[in-house]
């Protein structure tokens, strides 16, 4: 049977046109029905949807009330789809609208386009692998004490997101969000600094850089060290590209101490300082909390005098953001909210920080 829905266009009418005849100007499809040019409008899926609804429930009113359409705009939208198709689809009577002979014959293909809709419409709302997949970039800044928690939340409360970590310079990180290969990037940022362009910052925590030490380290007995002790000790520095590698240089000056070993990021750096290499200096929210330092093997002094403020920021493209990614985010924002550093007093450890729990500051890149 030839339908003609599958082209969903109007075949038009010529004087002595029979649909029983061979039109040479139609031609033949493969199952040797007419196959109609593409003229005329496409039929619209509230169209079908207003045929069914009318064979349903048997009458154009009941129709309308049923899809909260007026009776004349459905009468008038059913009235088009005939004209496209070029078919009587309904037999109108005193006691109601019928499905006509011919209208039942398509109302199978319609109702099969209308199932497609459906699947269509729920396939879109389906998550693929990859949307449920985050990459977040890192400076390995309060991995242990933020970022791993926040990982484990949202993998609770969400097993189906995946999250990526890699490790990163922020100027490799930044570029990464950029160019779509990153989702998120957690990255160190001093008060007045500005997001990369194009970018939304989002600001977890806020503290200060202190001195983090090994546990009999001389310099555990001071309530607070300053620069010339810190000359007078060997070192764990920063490679150049992140932020620590500034703040060194910016407290330093001309005159820096020795250095014992250079790392990548905090969390290589605190264990370097674990197994007695040196001191380093970190901001107090990637050393409060972390397990070396609840278990003793490290600890940490504010600097004497020093005012500078850090905060971590999370990043990301503006306007680009999966549900996955938001999750995420949720969990770190949720994870920072109750962040402390606490003033700590077991074992020579003195006053960290004073910070209190950090609200979440937005703020957009330039």
Request: net charge neutral; aromatic share 2%; hydrophobic share 40%.
């Amino acid at each position: 049977m030839c339908t003609g829905l599958v082209y969903l266009a109007t075949v038009p009418r010529r004087p002595g046109f029979n649909p029983g005849i061979a039109d040479p100007d139609l031609g033949r499809s493969d199952h040797g029905c007419p196959t109609p040019r593409l003229e005329g409008r496409p039929v619209r899926i509230e169209q079908l949807e207003y045929i069914a609804a009318v064979t349903e429930h048997g009458s154009l009113r009941r129709a309308g009330e049923r899809l909260h359409v007026s009776q004349p705009a459905l009468s008038e939208a059913v009235a088009k789809l005939e004209r496209e198709l070029g078919v009587t689809l309904l037999d109108r009577r005193r006691s109601g609208a019928r499905i006509s002979r011919r209208g039942a014959d398509l109302l199978q293909p319609m109702i099969d386009v209308l199932d497609a809709v459906e699947r269509l419409k729920a396939a879109a709302r389906t998550e693929s692998p990859a949307s449920r997949l985050v990459r977040l970039g890192t400076v390995s800044t309060a991995t242990s004490t933020l970022l791993v928690p926040a990982v484990l939340a949202c993998r609770e409360a969400h097993p189906e997101v995946t999250v990526e970590l890699v490790n990163a310079q922020q100027a490799r990180i930044s570029e990464g969000i950029a160019e779509g290969r990153l989702d998120l990037g957690l990255v160190n940022l001093f008060e007045g600094d500005d997001a990369p362009h194009d970018t939304t910052a989002t600001e977890l925590l806020r503290g200060t850089p202190v001195a983090v030490l090994p546990r009999d380290h001389p310099l555990c007995s001071r309530d607070a060290v300053s620069v010339d002790d810190l000359r007078s000790a060997d070192l764990v520095g920063m490679r150049p590209g992140y932020l620590m590698h500034r703040f060194t240089q910016r407290l330093f000056g001309g005159e820096p101490p020795r250095v014992s070993a250079v790392t990548d990021g905090a969390e290589m750096g605190k264990l370097m300082v674990a197994e007695g290499l040196g001191v380093t200096l970190l901001p107090d929210f990637s050393v409060v909390q972390d397990p070396l330092f609840r278990a003793g093997l490290i600890t940490a002094r504010p600097l004497a005098g020093a005012a500078t403020r850090v905060s971590l920021v999370a990043l990301r493209r503006v306007g680009d953001s999966s549900a996955a990614t938001q999750r995420l985010l949720e969990a770190l924002l949720a994870g920072a909210s109750t962040y402390r550093s606490p003033v700590a007093t077991t074992a020579g450890v003195r006053s960290v920080s004073s910070a209190s729990p950090v609200a979440p500051v937005a703020a957009t890149g330039s």
